[in-house]
């Protein structure tokens, strides 16, 4: 019988963890104005989260609504700082002590020491291995249609439940799921990566226990299976597809595709073969727009130097674990910033 968790709300209710909660949600913020507003007045209003809290009377407010454009166009949904503070504080002392260890080795996405480098190595390992296995291995390359917006709150809420029996816990859950409408949680809250990981975990229960697929890899709604053939990909998913429908009420969008391992696969921003990774066109031609706006917004005193380096190193970080050292050397070989008089 699998272990279930009580009584854990009490005891993780404490004027310290709410305080290391506001310390985690500030990181890389603490210059912004909500920030500076909640820390003016910081043992009130921890005080206030912690009696609302115990008297479960906390309420969110409303999200901030915007829109990004890179990677591609996706509705954030940004959460009052308060909620954030309380976000921090839920993940970290019910999801991940409580999940986190139940995740399988190949879900990279959330999780300390993994990440997107981490999938497309492991990625390329699994094509290496079956190219040197099987003689025309096929790719089973998987997507979710619209995940976040899709997911059921009833299904999610009674996969959180499986485990933790603490009623003021669930309550808290309850609480933030209804924050949005269901089915769909906020792209861009802390809480809604850790619960779109737990969501999709029951798929990779799925695929490593009924299907038995060794050679399988998620990062978040995007993952890659690999199998001995074209045949056992296709009835890989089939089973995939009412899985899906039945248990988690997710279709998969048009992006989903079989083809063999020879092409190599999309995938974490590479473009993965067995035997070397490139980072891929549309992520270079989107970095070239990003260096025009940064010489037009510095020039325009939109954009500090120190801002542009961070945004650059990162790209360049992203950039080292595909063969591309002379793109690196290329794409950066002219890029100039002039101030206006």
């Not at 025309?136 to 996969?159: A, C, E, M, Q, V």
Request: charged residues 30%.
């Amino acid at each position: 019988m699998a272990k279930t968790y009580k009584n854990l709300f009490e005891s993780a209710l404490t004027f310290s963890s709410l305080l290391n909660a506001h310390q985690s949600a500030k990181k890389g913020k603490r210059f912004r104005k909500d920030v500076i507003e909640f820390e003016m007045n910081l043992e009130g209003n921890i005080i206030k989260l912690y009696n609302e809290l115990k008297n479960k009377t906390y309420a969110p407010g409303e999200y901030l609504e915007f829109t990004i454009y890179e990677p591609k166009k996706r509705l954030i949904k940004a959460a009052p700082y308060r909620d954030r503070v309380i976000h921090q504080w839920y993940v970290k002392n019910f999801i991940i002590p409580i999940f986190g260890k139940a995740f399988i080795y190949d879900s990279y996405a959330c999780i300390e020491g993994k990440g997107m480098h981490g999938a497309a190595y492991r990625v390329q390992k699994f094509l290496k291995t079956a190219e040197a296995k099987w003689e025309r291995p096929y790719i089973l390359k998987g997507d979710i249609k619209s995940y976040f917006f899709s997911i059921d709150h009833t299904i999610l809420y009674n996969i959180v439940a499986s485990k933790i029996k603490d009623p003021e816990v669930l309550w808290l859950t309850k609480v933030i799921l209804d924050t949005t409408e269901d089915p769909g949680i906020p792209v861009g809250s802390y809480t809604s990566q850790w619960f779109a990981n737990l969501y999709l975990h029951q798929l990779d229960m799925f695929i490593k226990h009924k299907l038995k697929v060794k050679m399988y890899v998620r990062y978040m709604d995007d993952w890659v299976l690999i199998f001995k053939n074209k045949e056992e990909a296709q009835q890989a998913l089939k089973e995939i597809i009412i899985f899906l429908d039945e248990r988690l009420k997710l279709k998969l969008n048009k992006k989903t595709q079989i083809f063999p391992v020879k092409n190599g696969v999309n995938f974490c921003g590479y473009k993965i073969w067995s035997t070397h990774m490139k980072i891929r066109d549309c992520s270079k031609k989107k970095m070239k727009r990003k260096l025009k706006a940064y010489q037009r917004k510095y020039a325009n005193g939109e954009m500090t130097l120190e801002e542009i380096k961070r945004s650059i190193n990162s790209w360049k970080g992203y950039a080292k674990h595909a063969d591309s050292y002379l793109l690196i050397d290329h794409m950066f070989k002219n890029f100039v910033l002039v101030k206006n008089k």
